[in-house]
């Protein structure tokens, strides 16, 4: 348990409970004294509510203030039972000598004479000092645990979300060096094939860098930016293979499609990289096809490719399992994300909730 509670509500809840207390033995009071026609309120009045409610008062400070922080909250479960009750037995002891004093300074002709044959083993007075000596005791710890165990709660989803957006960096931090790192590989076979082409590619991926270095530390961002982002990365990759051996499609919603509507950055950049690595081959005509659309509160992602051979490994890498990793901390299971191959073609599926925002471009 934590030592350290927000206790402002709490207090709130001790504070109404002890007025209703306080406010339903006045009224008894009153009624009595009504019925007999005598003043409600008076001096008289005031001394007993404090006479009668101060012992239990003091008795849920001390469990309040001392006990239940010092022992319970520490797990010290037996020396707080045992002092909680010794605590008890004391205030019922200083409740016992006051009943009995306050009856034997009464006149004989006035003193409560016992039935002669009911003797209860405590007279009632005593016996309900003890019951409600209990019951502020037991009201007191239930309010405090359930106060304790909320807080708790709290530091938990504090601690969850601390732990899930570290691991979301930590993950995002291992996709931007692969993908650079595929990035220079296209960039550096180019340049024995044609070097203009390779200056053309530098300049296209010192935009992407931009992006991924700026743009992409934002935990979420314009779909439309998004899409520009992918745009540019298929013209880097449509200058890298000849056109008559691989054919490139994309499909992408239109700006008053995508207003508003914000996603996390670089989720689907490992699916089209991989589209490139694993379903491109020189020696036969390849294809790779794009597409990005809305559909209600959802963006869905689909990537389909050739396929290379049947044993095609592109499915496990390292930047799916973190894409895989990130879907799973960003959604829970509110993402879909479908994976299949067949002799020819490997195609990718991916629905998410789509986050609506205010336009920044507007």
Same mark, same amino acid.
């Given at each position: 348990?934590?030592?350290?509670?927000?206790?402002?509500?709490?207090?709130?809840? =001790?504070?109404?409970?002890?007025?209703?207390?306080?406010?339903?033995?006045? *009224?008894?009071?009153?009624?009595?004294?009504?019925?007999?026609?005598?003043? *409600?309120?008076?001096?008289?009045?005031?001394?007993?509510?404090?006479?009668?409610?101060?012992?239990?008062?003091?008795?849920?400070?001390?469990?309040?203030?001392?006990?239940?922080?010092?022992?319970?909250l520490?797990?010290?479960?037996?020396?707080?039972?045992? $002092?909680?009750?010794?605590?008890?037995?004391?205030?019922?002891? =200083?409740?016992?000598?006051?009943?009995?004093?306050?009856?034997? #300074?009464?006149?004989?002709?006035v003193?409560?004479?016992? +039935?002669?044959?009911?003797?209860?083993?405590?007279?009632?007075p005593?016996?309900?000092?003890?019951?409600?000596?209990l019951?502020?005791?037991?009201?007191?710890?239930?309010?405090?645990?359930?106060?304790?165990?909320?807080?708790?709660?709290?530091?938990?989803? @504090?601690?969850?979300?601390?732990?899930?957006?570290?691991?979301l960096? !930590?993950?995002?931090?291992?996709?931007?060096? +692969?993908?650079?790192?595929?990035?220079?590989?296209?960039?550096?076979?180019?340049?024995?094939?044609?070097?203009?082409?390779?200056?053309?590619?530098?300049?296209?991926?010192?935009?992407?860098?931009?992006?991924?270095?700026?743009? @992409?530390?934002?935990?979420?961002?314009?779909?439309?930016?998004?899409v520009?982002?992918?745009?540019?990365?298929?013209?880097?990759?449509r200058?890298?293979?000849?056109?008559?051996?691989?054919?490139?499609? #994309?499909?992408?919603?239109?700006?008053?499609?995508? /207003?508003?509507?914000?996603?996390?950055?670089?989720?689907?950049?490992?699916?089209?990289?991989?589209?490139?690595? +694993?379903?491109?081959? !020189?020696?036969?005509?390849?294809?790779?096809?794009?597409?990005?659309?809305?559909?209600? +509160?959802?963006?869905?992602?689909?990537?389909?490719?050739?396929?290379? #051979?049947?044993?095609?490994?592109?499915?496990?890498?390292?930047?799916?399992?973190?894409? /895989?990793? /990130?879907?799973?901390?960003? !959604?829970? $299971?509110?993402a879909?994300?479908?994976? @299949?191959?067949?002799?020819?073609? =490997?195609?990718?599926?991916?629905?998410?909730?789509?986050?609506?925002?205010?336009?920044?471009?507007?």
């Open positions: 348990m934590s030592k350290s509670r927000n206790r402002k509500t709490e207090t709130m809840v =001790y504070a109404g409970l002890w007025a209703l207390a306080i406010g339903i033995y006045m *009224l008894s009071i009153m009624r009595n004294r009504a019925q007999m026609s005598q003043p *409600l309120i008076d001096q008289t009045v005031v001394i007993a509510v404090l006479s009668t409610m101060l012992p239990f008062f003091g008795l849920f400070l001390i469990n309040n203030l001392i006990l239940i922080p010092s022992l319970l520490r797990n010290r479960l037996l020396p707080y039972f045992l $002092s909680t009750a010794v605590l008890v037995i004391v205030l019922w002891g =200083y409740q016992y000598f006051s009943f009995v004093h306050k009856i034997a #300074s009464l006149p004989p002709e003193r409560p004479v016992p +039935h002669p044959h009911m003797r209860p083993l405590l007279p009632m005593l016996f309900l000092d003890f019951t409600y000596a019951v502020v005791v037991g009201c007191n710890l239930a309010i405090a645990l359930m106060f304790q165990r909320f807080d708790d709660k709290l530091d938990r989803e @504090s601690l969850m979300k601390a732990n899930a957006e570290t691991q960096t !930590y993950l995002k931090a291992q996709i931007n060096p +692969h993908f650079y790192m595929n990035m220079l590989n296209n960039i550096h076979g180019m340049i024995e094939i044609n070097p203009e082409k390779a200056q053309g590619m530098v300049i296209d991926m010192s935009q992407l860098m931009r992006y991924t270095l700026y743009d @992409s530390s934002r935990p979420i961002i314009p779909l439309s930016d998004e520009v982002f992918l745009q540019n990365y298929l013209r880097l990759m200058q890298r293979f000849p056109e008559d051996c691989l054919s490139i499609s #994309s499909q992408f919603p239109s700006e008053t499609e995508m /207003r508003g509507i914000s996603i996390p950055p670089l989720l689907f950049l490992v699916f089209i990289e991989n589209a490139f690595k +694993h379903g491109v081959s !020189y020696r036969k005509n390849s294809f790779v096809s794009i597409s990005v659309d809305i559909t209600g +509160h959802a963006v869905r992602f689909s990537c389909m490719n050739s396929a290379q #051979s049947p044993d095609d490994k592109s499915g496990k890498g390292i930047g799916l399992a973190n894409v /895989r990793e /990130r879907l799973k901390l960003l !959604y829970g $299971s509110n879909n994300l479908s994976i @299949s191959q067949t002799e020819s073609v =490997y195609t990718v599926h991916l629905t998410i909730p789509a986050h609506e925002t205010q336009d920044p471009h507007n």
